[in-house]
T-cell receptor
Framework: AQKVTQTQTSISVMEKTTVTMDCVYETQDSSYFLFWYKQTASGEIVFLIRQDSYKKENATVGHYSLNFQKPKSSIGLIITATQIEDSAVYFCAMREGGSGSWQLIFGSGTQLTVMP | EAAVTQSPRNKVAVTGGKVTLSCNQTNNHNNMYWYRQDTGHGLRLIHYSYGAGSTEKGDIPDGYKASRPSQENFSLILELATPSQTSVYFC????????????FGSGTRLTVL
């Protein structure tokens, strides 16, 4: 069965620094998709970035990038030059793309606080 | 911009009562989902739908029913609400496919007394 684990419950960083949030996953499928979503203090949940398992290069969108380490079943989210408005809960999620479960499975989330 | 609207935003219900949470999307997406969010559990899938007339069970369907009468609308029904169903519920929509990105509503906070 697929599983997504985020062990960091909360992280605090100073503004304009770089932060990495960890996520490890379990799957029996050779093809899968990994996602990061952000939940703001208002409760809004938005998609940030995606990594396809068959791609070797790490995905990058704006000041978000991923550290995809397939042998370690790890997909870290890196935020560079953090801003106050990056304070939020970040969820890692996975969907199997082959014959496995089609459902999107979420981790428990990491609360990021960016301090001025 | 994708739009998923949930109603009500807040709901207080009594144990044993019937509760209906509604979701409307204007994205013309095939797929719709209901998740609940509880501290320490992230988002857990209750029911989902591939299109009008279809509903499927997710990871935690017990105590919940779903209805998809049209492409735009997807409801979550608690026939006999219990305090353990106190939670925040999110609806989402997406285009069918493994790389599907979900668009979420603003959530409904349900309290069952």
């Amino acid at each position: 069965a697929q599983k997504v684990t985020q062990t960091q419950t909360s992280i605090s960083v100073m503004e304009k620094t770089t932060v990495t949030m960890d996520c490890v996953y379990e799957t029996q499928d050779s093809s899968y998709f990994l996602f990061w979503y952000k939940q703001t203090a208002s409760g809004e949940i938005v998609f940030l970035i995606r990594q396809d398992s068959y791609k070797k290069e790490n995905a990058t969108v704006g000041h978000y990038s991923l550290n995809f380490q397939k042998p370690k079943s790890s997909i870290g989210l890196i935020i560079t030059a953090t801003q106050i408005e990056d304070s939020a809960v970040y969820f890692c999620a996975m969907r199997e793309g082959g014959s496995g479960s089609w459902q999107l499975i979420f981790g428990s989330g990491t609360q990021l606080t960016v301090m001025p | 911009e994708a739009a998923v609207t949930q109603s009500p935003r807040n709901k207080v219900a009594v144990t044993g009562g019937k509760v209906t949470l509604s979701c409307n999307q204007t994205n013309n997406h095939n797929n719709m989902y209901w998740y609940r969010q509880d501290t320490g559990h992230g988002l857990r899938l209750i029911h989902y739908s591939y299109g009008a007339g279809s509903t499927e069970k997710g990871d935690i369907p017990d105590g919940y029913k779903a209805s998809r009468p049209s492409q735009e609308n997807f409801s979550l029904i608690l026939e006999l609400a219990t305090p353990s169903q106190t939670s925040v519920y999110f609806c989402a929509s997406g285009v069918r496919g493994s790389a599907e990105t979900l668009y979420f509503g603003s959530g409904t906070r349900l309290t069952v007394l």
